[in-house]
């Protein structure tokens, strides 16, 4: 395959191995592990809360990462060493949490190396990763590429859930080690495997030119001077703020207003994730088979917006009704919003990272890339915060759900008022002609 040659499906099915290898990873650290510190260590929630956080946070160097990736003209370095520092953090991260049974001070220091070192890991993977599909898979087949790079990612969650949950019973910290240490490894294989040659033999980096060879500081700047980047990161912020912030309160609401068991609110959860899938594949088949007849993208993105804003009021409607209200229905229908926006909002951004300065793509996406996962960081945390606030505030429960549920629709709606003011040159192409591409979010 030289350079310059688009990507066939086979190539896309190998840079989805890519996705399938870090979520593999990804879902032990911030679930298993997660489990393990609150259950069996007994340690406080808000350890493996403040850990998962950071793994987001860090991820504020993700422009920086794309930068190199630009100045050295080749992606595939920045996905293997991104995945070799995820692969060593993934293991550092289950020695930290078995060192804890000994010595929880000396496992807890470990443990935030280990997770900055993740953090960093999907930060730099995941955004060459993004860059390279942007640049290399044809417009008509970029719709089709999403969804086999998110399906594959999702293969990676729960095809490693199941192995490993078998693997460690019974639990001990040592077994606990050597199945993430396991893991970590074929992951690092699988990747670099899926990799190898898809680049071509390095005659892209010889085609850097001289100006892009810029200090990261200038590039940046350059990046933030162009009013489509800069406005199109406040709406990813704001808008990717809104679908997290949900994410760790619609069981408590389901167990608390309507009474549901752990077991019911997990499957609730599941008809969310169900709606999610659904809204993405809507788009996807849009773009590949509708050719435009059915909407441009930035009409996707703003509709999706507001019918994600539309469900959550319906959800303040069943805060305020109470059991009898079509609750599933409810949250289908937000998870059906939720993935027709992400995947809509997400083609934008594949078609914005090329446009502007000349190989500026990695900075463009990364930038992107960080604002999304620091408002995914702080849209976990402003979400239960807000709960609590309103819980004390507030004569029952199911009145500050509503509450919040309410203040979630609003940012909703003013992701929507921003993505209109989105450069409608910049984004008012078709779905066809941009795809459906959505960055595969790293969540365990």
């Given at each position: 395959?030289?350079?310059?040659?688009?990507?066939?499906?086979?190539?896309?099915?190998?840079?989805g191995?890519v996705?399938?290898?870090?979520?593999?990873?990804?879902?032990?650290?911030?679930?298993?592990?997660?489990?393990?510190?609150?259950?069996?260590?007994?340690?406080?929630?808000?350890?493996?809360?403040?850990?998962?956080?950071?793994?987001?946070?860090?991820?504020?160097?993700?422009?920086?990462?794309?930068?190199?990736?630009?100045?050295?003209?080749?992606?595939?370095?920045?996905?293997?060493?991104?995945?070799?520092?995820?692969?060593?953090?993934?293991?550092?991260?289950?020695?930290?949490?078995?060192?804890?049974?000994?010595?929880?001070?000396?496992?807890?220091?470990?443990?935030?190396?280990?997770?900055?070192?993740?953090?960093?890991?999907?930060?730099?993977?995941?955004?060459?990763?993004?860059?390279?599909?942007?640049?290399?898979?044809?417009?008509?087949?970029?719709?089709?590429?999403?969804?086999?790079?998110?399906?594959?990612m999702?293969?990676?969650?729960?095809?490693?859930?199941?192995?490993?949950?078998?693997?460690?019973?019974?639990?001990?910290?040592?077994?606990?080690?050597?199945?993430?240490?396991?893991?970590s490894l074929?992951?690092?294989?699988?990747?670099?495997?899926?990799?190898?040659?898809?680049?071509g033999?390095?005659?892209?980096?010889?085609?850097?030119?001289?100006?892009?060879?810029?200090?990261?500081?200038?590039?940046?700047?350059?990046?933030?001077?162009?009013?489509?980047?800069?406005?199109?990161?406040?709406?990813?912020?704001?808008?990717?703020?809104?679908?997290?912030?949900?994410?760790?309160?619609?069981?408590?609401?389901?167990?608390?207003?309507?009474?549901?068991?752990?077991?019911?609110?997990?499957?609730?959860?599941?008809?969310?994730?169900?709606?999610?899938?659904?809204g993405?594949?809507?788009?996807?088949?849009?773009g590949?088979?509708?050719?435009?007849?059915?909407?441009?993208?930035?009409?996707?993105?703003?509709?999706?917006?507001?019918?994600?804003?539309?469900?959550l009021?319906?959800?303040?409607?069943?805060?305020?009704?109470?059991p009898?209200?079509?609750?599933?229905?409810s949250?289908?229908?937000?998870?059906?919003?939720?993935?027709?926006?992400?995947?809509?909002?997400?083609?934008?951004?594949?078609?914005?990272?090329?446009?502007?300065?000349?190989?500026?793509?990695?900075?463009?996406?990364?930038?992107?890339?960080?604002?999304?996962?620091?408002?995914?960081?702080?849209?976990?945390?402003?979400?239960?915060?807000?709960?609590?606030?309103?819980?004390?505030?507030?004569?029952?429960?199911?009145?500050?759900?509503?509450?919040?549920?309410?203040?979630?629709?609003?940012?909703?709606?003013?992701?929507?008022?921003?993505?209109?003011?989105?450069?409608?040159?910049?984004?008012?192409?078709?779905?066809?002609?941009?795809?459906?591409?959505?960055?595969?979010?790293?969540?365990?």
């Amino acid at each position: 395959m030289t350079a310059a040659s688009p990507l066939g499906w086979v190539g896309i099915v190998r840079l989805g191995l890519v996705q399938t290898a870090l979520g593999a990873i990804v879902v032990l650290t911030t679930s298993t592990l997660n489990r393990v510190m609150v259950v069996e260590l007994a340690l406080p929630a808000i350890l493996p809360g403040v850990l998962v956080a950071l793994h987001y946070l860090v991820q504020v160097v993700r422009p920086r990462l794309g930068h190199g990736s630009d100045v050295g003209g080749r992606r595939t370095p920045w996905i293997v060493g991104g995945m070799a520092t995820l692969a060593l953090g993934g293991i550092g991260a289950a020695a930290a949490t078995a060192w804890m049974t000994t010595d929880p001070v000396a496992g807890i220091v470990l443990a935030v190396v280990a997770f900055g070192a993740i953090g960093i890991g999907v930060g730099s993977a995941g955004t060459a990763l993004l860059v390279l599909l942007a640049k290399r898979v044809e417009a008509g087949r970029r719709a089709a590429a999403a969804t086999i790079v998110w399906m594959m990612m999702i293969a990676g969650f729960a095809v490693t859930a199941m192995i490993a949950g078998h693997l460690l019973d019974p639990y001990s910290p040592l077994r606990l080690v050597a199945v993430t240490s396991g893991v970590s490894l074929v992951a690092f294989v699988v990747a670099l495997l899926a990799v190898r040659g898809v680049e071509g033999d390095g005659a892209m980096a010889a085609a850097v030119p001289e100006q892009t060879r810029a200090r990261f500081i200038e590039a940046l700047h350059q990046v933030w001077a162009e009013p489509a980047a800069r406005r199109f990161t406040v709406f990813v912020f704001v808008s990717m703020l809104a679908y997290s912030a949900q994410d760790l309160i619609l069981e408590p609401f389901a167990g608390m207003v309507f009474g549901m068991t752990p077991g019911e609110s997990t499957r609730l959860s599941g008809v969310q994730h169900g709606g999610v899938l659904g809204g993405m594949l809507l788009v996807a088949v849009a773009g590949s088979v509708g050719r435009g007849r059915f909407g441009t993208l930035r009409a996707w993105t703003i509709g999706g917006c507001l019918a994600s804003g539309a469900a959550l009021a319906a959800l303040v409607g069943a805060a305020v009704h109470g059991p009898g209200w079509p609750l599933r229905e409810s949250v289908f229908l937000l998870g059906l919003a939720n993935g027709a926006f992400a995947v809509a909002a997400i083609g934008s951004m594949m078609e914005l990272a090329g446009r502007g300065r000349e190989s500026r793509e990695g900075v463009r996406m990364g930038l992107w890339g960080a604002a999304q996962a620091v408002a995914f960081g702080l849209g976990d945390l402003a979400g239960t915060a807000a709960s609590d606030v309103a819980r004390h505030f507030m004569a029952s429960p199911a009145q500050a759900y509503a509450v919040v549920f309410a203040a979630e629709a609003m940012l909703f709606v003013l992701s929507a008022v921003l993505a209109a003011k989105v450069s409608a040159g910049a984004t008012a192409r078709s779905v066809a002609g941009t795809g459906g591409m959505l960055v595969p979010i790293e969540r365990g």
